[in-house]
């Protein structure tokens, strides 16, 4: 336990130096490809290594946009711009998420995503019901006037796995619950939407966040070559065409992903959208509850 909670803490001691970097500076202008770059490379600086692309994921998309390689879309003054940030040391993962906006009418839904995390943060503990914090979740943010996502939630992480099967929802669900057990980690992140939102993200079309779901040989000895190297580097950790251009040309890469797509050794993660198109704000901390405190690994 010592050396995994070692792990966690300086995961997330990263996680969080990167993220108050991120929301400090002032991104008009920048493109969505030098943002992901520099942060990336400043976990990489600090010894760790980012657990996904960075997802910087603009105004009605909620979650899971990551640069494309060259990137040219830019920040302008009037988005909002939700930045998660995923950081592992030897597989354990510190995923943690800003909001950031420059146009003031944004600050109640940003801090309203923001005091939902830390009502959440300051009620978990050990041996807790998950759909408690979810009513706590629900309810900070209907009295600010705003909305959750109500299909998004947090989630349990395990070693190279960020979506570990246990949900922490950020509504109050009735049924299936579970109680939050010691010594494992959990991410806790409220999305919020505005009142005329539908609280419902949908699917995009756009897909530039990939992951290895099998390692089934396809036969053709290029792309297994292409999947195992690929394997080598991430594992089932998610990845972006962006980390393969150090060794593949652009197209050959796209061709390759697009084949494992089809054979299904490769899942790809499509944008996930506001489905009335209105404006998300997101935040997110890691956590692990112990034995008579909470340790909140990404503070
Ligand atoms: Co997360």
Redesign the pocket.
């Known amino acids: 336990m010592n050396f995994l909670l070692d792990c966690y803490q300086k995961a997330g001691k990263i996680a969080a130096e990167v993220r108050e970097n991120a929301r400090r500076k002032n991104h008009i202008s920048s493109t969505l490809f030098e943002i992901c770059e520099s942060i990336e490379s400043e976990i990489r600086e600090r010894g760790a290594a980012p657990a996904f692309p960075v997802n910087v994921s603009l105004n009605d998309i909620a979650a899971h946009y990551t640069a494309e390689p060259n990137d040219s879309i830019a920040v302008i003054d009037t988005d909002v711009l939700k930045i998660?940030i995923?950081v592992h040391i030897q597989g354990y993962i510190a995923?943690t998420?800003v909001t950031i906006c420059y146009d003031p009418k944004y600050d109640p839904l940003v801090k309203s995503a923001e005091s939902a995390l830390s009502e959440a943060i300051r009620i978990a503990k050990t041996d807790m019901k998950a759909s408690d914090i979810g009513r706590v979740i629900e309810a900070t943010i209907s009295k600010q006037g705003f909305r959750p996502i109500q299909n998004l939630s947090?989630?349990s992480l395990e070693q190279y796995t960020?979506?570990a099967g246990r949900s922490i929802p950020n509504i109050w669900t009735i049924g299936s619950s579970f109680n939050l057990a010691a010594n494992k980690a959990y991410?806790i992140?409220p999305f919020v939407t505005t009142k005329d939102g539908q609280g419902v993200v949908h699917e995009g079309k756009i897909r530039n966040i990939f992951g290895i779901t099998s390692r089934k040989p396809t036969k053709d000895k290029e792309v297994d070559e292409f999947l195992t190297e690929v394997w080598n580097r991430f594992r089932t950790l998610p990845f972006a065409l962006r980390w393969l251009l150090d060794k593949y040309e652009e197209k050959k890469a796209r061709q390759y992903i697009e084949f494992l797509i089809k054979r299904r050794n490769i899942h790809a993660y499509p944008i996930l959208v506001e489905g009335n198109g209105k404006t998300v704000a997101q935040a997110?901390h890691?956590f692990i509850p112990l034995d008579s405190s909470v340790d909140i690994i990404t503070l």
């Open positions: 998660d995923g995923d998420a947090g989630h960020i979506h991410a992140e997110e890691t």
